[in-house]
């Protein structure tokens, strides 16, 4: 089986869609697949190349002129490569491979994780469309895709080939008790709300520290937003992107993703088996991926006093942290990478089934392909 997958990128900036497809084009290849990735390139190509992966330079950006080139460009790795199966993990990708394919040239599968993205309804152009939680899935139907192509993999980056075992990791030395996200700096993430909870359980809890890990266009309304809170402001940290932020998670006390919209949130997986305690946003995937309150508290988006109120329960309570820290730990194993990659082959299998003609009665029989 030839896999070629399609990203915009492959650059080392906390991207859960490209470190998603690098685990994926990784895992096939140690399992002796040809594996290709076409994207405009970034830090993880050595990654790729050490494993035998083939990288092809595909600039995808949106402009008339650029995806004209594109579509030339991508005319010519499918030559080349010639792949069973196209992956595509983002808009851009899908449609290119969707529309440039001659019939039965390859199959296409895409991975809808951004599912709130008006955009998102043009991954229904693929063969197969993977999402990444039954909340993405039951989107996609009510959006037209038929229920046919859909396929749930949940997502999972534990014991991912892009870095360490968690235990080798060697923890920050934050102050404490520590609250901290790790997310890209977003109104639709919740960072806001967040702050804005840590304001009102401040004063009761002088110890606290909240720290604020990653970047993004709305880092700088953020920042403007705690210089308003007086000397309050030299507990709130705007730690910047980090490639190791499981640093910061082996030392958090609490983690909190207050995502307003969320299709299945990766980063749970790692606050999880960090030993964090987890507060989080009752929306899209979330509850999944916390296995439906079990494993952290669920609270509504864009609700800041809930929110504070789920911290401060948390911080009045040592058993109560401990239980949550505890309970975060359990139940892992579905998260892992090879999980993903073993159950993508199955869908990428449903799709390269070949036909053996039998020419005395003129029909097909049905082999799967191995």
């Not at 330079?57 to 579509?71: D, E, F, G, H, V």
Request: charged share 20%; aromatic share 6%; net charge positive.
């Amino acid at each position: 089986m030839r896999i070629l997958h399609i990203t915009n990128h492959v650059q080392k900036i906390g991207n859960g869609i490209v470190n998603v497809a690098v685990d994926l084009a990784c895992l096939q290849a140690k399992k002796g697949l040809h594996v290709a990735v076409a994207s405009s390139g970034g830090e993880y190509e050595t990654l790729l190349a050490n494993h035998g992966i083939d990288h092809f330079q595909l600039n995808q950006s949106r402009t008339p002129a650029n995806m004209i080139k594109a579509a030339w460009r991508y005319r010519e790795i499918i030559k080349k490569f010639q792949p069973d199966i196209v992956h595509a993990h983002m808009m851009t990708g899908v449609v290119l491979a969707g529309i440039l394919r001659n019939s039965h040239e390859y199959s296409l599968v895409s991975t809808v994780h951004n599912e709130f993205q008006r955009s998102a309804v043009l991954m229904g152009l693929a063969d197969r469309v993977i999402a990444v939680s039954h909340a993405v899935a039951d989107s996609m139907i009510r959006r037209g895709i038929p229920a046919q192509k859909l396929r749930v993999v949940a997502n999972g980056t534990l014991d991912s080939p892009r870095h360490r075992k968690i235990q080798d990791y060697q923890p920050l030395p934050l102050h404490h008790p520590a609250i901290t996200t790790v997310a890209g700096m977003y109104t639709r993430k919740g960072i806001g709300d967040l702050i804005e909870a840590f304001r009102h359980i401040a004063k009761d809890f002088p110890q606290a520290h909240l720290y604020l890990v990653g970047d993004g266009p709305d880092r700088a309304m953020f920042e403007s937003m705690v210089k308003t809170c007086g000397r309050l402001r030299q507990r709130i940290h705007f730690e910047g992107f980090q490639p190791e932020p499981q640093r910061y998670m082996l030392s958090t006390d609490i983690f909190v993703l207050a995502s307003h919209c969320e299709s299945f949130g990766l980063v749970l997986t790692e606050a999880r088996e960090a030993g964090c305690a987890i507060v989080a946003s009752d929306v899209d995937g979330i509850p999944e991926t916390l296995d439906h309150r079990q494993a952290g508290i669920l609270v509504p988006p864009k609700d800041s006093q809930t929110l504070a109120n789920a911290l401060a329960q948390l911080l009045s309570d040592a058993k109560q942290l401990q239980k949550w820290k505890f309970r975060a730990k359990q139940n892992l194993e579905r998260f892992s990478s090879v999980r993903v990659n073993e159950e993508t082959l199955t869908v990428y299998r449903e799709l390269t089934k070949t036909y053996k003609v039998i020419p005395a009665i003129k029909t097909r029989e049905l082999v799967v392909g191995k």
